[in-house]
């Protein structure tokens, strides 16, 4: 059928085949996630609903081996959790930690990629290697090397510490005092995080165009003024990323804090989040509140990460 200036009409057939053809072309992609959203609803959504429920039960040795049935209590849980002043501690504890640990991680991470951007390529390479070897080290074997290295009697820290006139750090202990016990910790999990904020902003470093930074000096801008205005502006979607995870991982640290309290840390006076679940679920058997607490701790992730959220999605925005 053609129009009266003899151009063809779409048939109404047509017309339906090409709209069920954009229909199929719009759904393509929502089947290709399908089977992947499947498996992480069953593999992330059962435990976290099983944990909630788990929350407002009484749930210990009794229930776990099927000899009881859970005994349903409500908010009791919650509320002995919010009235306990030492879980309040180990919050605190725990929100320092972290706010320390991804801030200097952030800074540590961020400097050593500019570094290897400025570096001939065969140093880049060692530097490079190192740092990957540092990060594909398994964690007991790294814990077990620090703290030979922090060790009191024959640690290489106390040490070269004498050496250097510090008569007072002969037979230190780091692992007794709370303060020096996360002075180690942190050292052990930054040492362990950098290689991947540094390989990450690394990446995202490359890919700034050159003639930009170029142009900027010849107008005069300084290096710290490129970096500022420039680098840090062009890469900090990744940068937003990057740190989002590191929040998140330093929030729910458990083997370092773990190993050290069993290598002589007072664990009343070292808990993090991570520790103080596993002794409350498994060192006690009170699985009830353990999930209470892991609950909270999910919830005070999501705080302290929405902030990040909220920009990442103002990044995807055109």
């Known amino acids: 059928m053609t129009s009266p200036l003899g151009v063809a009409r779409p048939t109404a057939a047509r017309t339906t085949t090409a709209a069920a053809n954009r229909r199929r072309r719009a759904l393509a992609p929502y089947l290709f996630l399908l089977p992947v959203a499947v498996v992480l609803v069953l593999a992330l959504g059962y435990p976290l609903v099983r944990q909630l429920l788990m929350s407002f039960q009484e749930f210990g040795l009794a229930q776990q081996f099927g000899a009881a049935e859970p005994e349903w209590v409500g908010t009791a849980n919650y ?5 306990d002043p030492v879980v309040w501690g180990v919050i605190a504890r725990s929100i320092a930690f972290c706010a320390v640990n991804a801030s200097l991680t952030m800074i540590v991470g961020t400097s050593v990629a500019v570094l290897m951007t400025k570096l001939d390529g065969p140093v880049r390479l060692m530097l490079q290697t190192s740092l990957l ?71 995202a470093l490359t890919q700034v165009s050159e003639e930009v930074l170029e142009a900027a000096q010849l107008d005069g801008a300084s290096g710290w003024q490129r970096f500022r205005h420039i680098l840090v502006p062009t890469i900090m979607p990744i940068i937003y990323v990057v740190s989002l995870l590191q929040v998140i991982w330093d929030l729910r640290v458990f083997a370092q804090i773990y190993y050290l309290q069993g290598a002589g840390g007072l664990r009343s006076e070292t808990d993090l989040l991570g520790t103080y679940i596993y002794n409350l679920g498994i060192g006690q058997s009170d699985y009830g509140m353990a999930s209470a607490v ?17 920009k990442l999605a103002k990044e995807e925005e055109p």
């Not at 509320?79 to 009235?83: E, G, N, S």
């Open 79 to 83: 509320q002995a959790l919010f009235a």
């Open 133 to 203: 070897l540092a990060w594909a080290m398994p964690v007991i074997a790294a814990m077990t090397v620090w703290q030979w290295l922090f060790d009191t009697q024959y640690g290489v820290i106390n040490w070269a510490l004498v050496q250097s006139g510090f008569e007072g750090f002969a037979g230190h202990s780091w692992l007794l005092n709370p303060l020096s016990f996360y002075f180690v910790a942190t050292v052990i999990v930054v040492w362990m995080s950098v290689p991947f904020v540094a390989f990450s902003l690394y990446a």
């Open 294 to 310: 892991a609950t909270f701790m999910l919830l005070l992730t999501l705080a302290l990460t929405i902030g990040y959220v909220r």
